[in-house]
């Protein structure tokens, strides 16, 4: 069974602190990887997407990280800030009725 | 902005009840998603289609339905409402179906069932 799963569920740091986000999929084949950012009550929006062959990507203060052969990915974000407080998704395309498997999100709060 | 609307914002109903869910995709996309978020689950994909035709099926129940219509907007009809029905259902719209077309998500309609 295709599988996202992402952890922490939830993560409160300090304004100004490092973070790293954990997702593991089970999902295969696989195509791609997304990561989406989602504020409270509002629509998810993409951060990064990785394929097979890319290791790393970065977007600002976002870097996101993929091991396809031991099927891990990481979001870490630098010098967090208030407006990083959201939950944060992990997306993998490849199996599922329309090859998308969504993870659960990991609820990430900055505190000043 | 991601250039997706979805009307209403917030509905409130009964139990045994009918709605529609309305979409505008972005200008210029073909495709258009159906996803529910309930309070403790992460996203559920329920259906896709591409220029009007249906195109992939998740987790959609039979007292759901949905189309896409000539101009590209869609609907999503849930009928004889259950409380468990409750939740946020967004919309997202892509210019194609393929695997690497980015998802551009509404702000979701927020579904109370009382």
């Known amino acids: 069974k295709n599988q996202v799963e992402q952890s922490p569920q939830s993560l409160i740091i300090l304004e100004g602190k490092n973070c790293t986000l954990q997702?593991?999929?089970?999902?295969?084949?696989?195509?791609?990887l997304r990561w989406y950012k989602q504020d409270t009550g509002r629509g998810p929006v993409s951060l990064t997407i990785?394929?097979?062959?890319?290791n790393t990507k970065s977007n600002g203060r976002y870097t996101a990280t993929l091991d396809a052969d031991t099927k891990q990915s990481s979001l870490h974000i630098t010098a967090s800030q208030l407006s990083d407080s959201a939950s944060y998704i992990c997306?993998?395309?490849?199996?599922?009725?329309?090859?998308?498997?969504f993870g659960k999100g990991t609820h990430l709060i900055i505190q000043p | 902005d991601s250039g997706v609307t979805q009307t209403p914002k917030h509905l409130i109903t009964a139990t045994g009840q009918r709605v529609t869910l309305r979409c505008s995709p972005r200008?210029?996309?073909?495709?258009v998603y159906w996803y529910q978020q309930s309070l403790d689950q992460g996203l559920q994909f329920l259906i896709q289609?591409?220029?009007?035709?249906?195109?992939a099926k998740g987790n959609i129940l039979e007292r759901f339905s949905a189309q896409q219509f000539p101009d590209l907007h869609s609907e999503l009809n849930l009928s004889s409402l259950e409380l468990g029905d409750s939740a946020l259902y967004f919309c997202?719209?892509?210019?194609?179906?393929?695997?690497?077309?980015?998802?551009?998500f509404g702000p979701g309609t927020r579904l109370t069932v009382l």
């Open positions: 997202a719209s892509s210019p194609k179906a393929g695997a690497l077309n980015e998802q551009f």
């Open positions: 997702c593991n999929y089970t999902v295969s084949p696989f195509s791609n």
């Open positions: 990785m394929t097979f062959s890319e």
């Open positions: 997306v993998v395309r490849g199996g599922g009725a329309d090859g998308l498997t």
């Open positions: 200008s210029g996309d073909l495709s």
């Open positions: 289609y591409y220029n009007g035709e249906e195109r």
